[in-house]
């Protein structure tokens, strides 16, 4: 956690449930995801730091899917039509929801952008990231296996 210089919330709390729809017309409801570690990612392409770590992104979420990792990039783009293209020409493949009005980034108190929510499996917030990670490096990596148990 610390070399990924990570937020502890004071006291453990619930994450704030919600159904987005999903580029590409399906939904995805954080409640069902209990039983997986989620990461929820807020950005926007504007954004250079945001797009900065968006390959390490991926990266993690290829590497650990098939064990129940879930990661949501929730973009808060005005113009949803610049966030397609962007995902094609990164070839990103997790789940990209949109959030124009920031009303999801205002439910989790997003200041700032990138922010990255840490859920545990029983859908409890473990950490917060305010601002870009190596979300590929070693400690990501540990963090995540982490969060999904043996």
């Known amino acids: 956690m610390r070399e990924l210089d990570l ?7 619930r994450a704030e449930d919600f159904t987005v729809a999903l580029v590409g017309g399906e939904t995805l409801k954080l409640r ?4 997986k570690a989620v990461m929820i990612n807020f950005w926007a392409t504007w954004c250079p ?7 390490a992104m991926e990266r993690l979420y290829r590497r650990h ?3 129940g990792f879930v990661l949501l990039a929730v973009s808060v783009d005005t113009d949803a039509s610049l966030v397609r293209p962007f995902l094609e020409h990164h070839k990103l493949t997790f789940p990209v929801a949109l959030d124009a009005k920031m009303e999801l980034a205002n439910t989790y108190g997003v200041r700032a952008l990138p922010s990255s929510f840490l859920i545990d499996r029983n859908g409890y917030m473990t950490a917060l990231a305010l601002g870009p990670r190596p979300w590929d490096n070693r400690a990501a990596h540990a963090l995540v296996e982490g969060m999904l148990g043996p």
């Open 7 to 13: 937020i502890r919330p004071a006291r453990a709390k």
């Open 32 to 35: 069902a995801q209990r039983g």
């Open 49 to 55: 730091p945001c797009r900065e770590e968006m390959p």
């Open 65 to 67: 899917r098939e064990r």
